[in-house]
T-cell receptor, first 114, second 114 residues
Framework: EPEVTQTPSHQVTQMGQEVILRCVPI?????FYWYRQILGQKVEFLVS????????KSEIFDDQFSVERPDGSNFTLKIRSTKLEDSAMYFC????????????FGQGTRLTVV | GQQLNQSPQSMFIQEGEDVSMNCTSS?????WLWYKQDPGEGPVLLIA?????ELTSNGRLTAQFGITRKDSFLNISASIPSDVGIYFC??????????????FGTGTRLTIIP
């Protein structure tokens, strides 16, 4: 079964450092998303991406965040200057966007900011 | 913003028991989804509901889309150990597939007592 893969599974970074979280969406999918989940809390939408541009973003997704699809397969989330409160699980998801299936989620990257 | 409240927050049951949980919203959603999350993993879709009043089953799981479009419930019959995890409802305004964000509920943690 096709799956969304994320790397790394766990990233520890110092406050103020830049991090890049990587995702390989399912190959024929056109819509890409990032969600985050602070420990013990609900999953929250960050951003959606289609046709090489952001479709929608939440208030969490401020100027410190950016997304990119640098090639035909990867989808990345960059946090420019991490803060302690950025510590969370970050989930990438992808969907085909048509009359097909709902979004598939990756297994997540646990980001710990120290 | 839209809020999805799930109840109960947690459940402790014995193997073989039936489980019922629900999700209520302060506003209307046109698609309701139920996900299960295992520890350290991403959400996995269990059931998708697209019409008010719709009742859908997936094996031992049954979910209904409330007529008011502001609630949904999930039932699990004859629980087994692998049912342990956190169950999230999620809503989407757009009735069609597409890149619109999901709003997740607060989660119900299911524990099976030996």
């Amino acid at each position: 079964e096709p799956e969304v893969t994320q790397t790394p599974s766990h990233q520890v970074t110092q406050m103020g450092q830049e991090v890049i979280l990587r995702c390989v969406p399912i190959s024929n999918h056109l819509y890409f998303y990032w969600y985050r989940q602070i420990l013990g809390q609900k999953v929250e939408f960050l951003v959606s991406f289609y046709n090489n541009e952001i479709s929608e973003k939440s208030e969490i997704f401020d100027d410190q965040f950016s997304v990119e699809r640098p090639d035909g397969s990867n989808f990345t989330l960059k946090i420019r200057s991490t803060k302690l409160e950025d510590s969370a699980m970050y989930f990438c998801a992808s969907s085909d966007g048509g009359g097909g299936t709902e979004a598939f989620f990756g297994q997540g990257t646990r980001l710990t900011v120290v | 913003g839209q809020q999805l409240n799930q109840s109960p927050q947690s459940m402790f049951i014995q193997e073989g028991e039936d489980v019922s949980m629900n999700c209520t919203s302060s506003s209307i959603f046109n698609t309701w989804l139920w996900y299960k999350q295992d520890p350290g993993e991403g959400p996995v879709l269990l059931i998708a509901l697209y019409k008010a009043g719709e009742l859908t089953s997936n094996g031992r799981l049954t979910a209904q889309f409330g007529i008011t479009r502001k609630d949904s419930f999930l039932n699990i019959s004859a629980s087994i150990p692998s049912d342990v995890g956190i169950y999230f409802c999620a809503g989407r305004l757009n009735p069609n597939f597409g890149n619109e964000k999901l709003t997740f509920g607060t989660g119900t943690r299911l524990t099976i007592i030996p």
